[in-house]
């Protein structure tokens, strides 16, 4: 499965597409009791590079074979996962992933 990224700002190169090895079965995950607290949104293409380097112990260049982008994409997008679960964590706020965009439709 491919996923498009967006690239921010109108200059410069689109870039790579990633590939997305599953689809996560659920979009969100609350807190116990839930809060008004600002929600957090993670990327699917972030929480693959979570997945496969965290959980499946790949190293952040087979995780890069894996996706189709280089190994510091990978490191990048593992940091920005990392930071944002600790984040939601620690402040009891909910996690929304964000589904793949189709190349049919604009980006919002």
Request: charged letters at 25%; aromatic letters at 6%.
């Amino acid at each position: 499965m491919w996923r498009r990224r967006r690239r921010c700002g109108r200059r410069g190169r689109l870039p790579k597409p990633v590939m997305l090895g599953i689809t996560p079965p659920i979009n969100s995950f609350a807190p116990n009791p839930p809060g008004n607290l600002e929600p957090i949104f993670l990327e699917v293409a972030e929480l693959e590079a979570f997945r496969l380097v965290d959980l499946e112990g790949l190293s952040q260049e087979e995780a890069g074979q894996r996706m189709g982008v280089s190994r510091g994409t990978v490191w990048r997008l593992v940091q920005t996962a990392r930071r944002k679960t600790a984040q939601a964590l620690s402040e009891g706020r909910p996690i929304y992933i964000v589904p793949p965009a189709s190349e049919g439709q604009s980006p919002p």
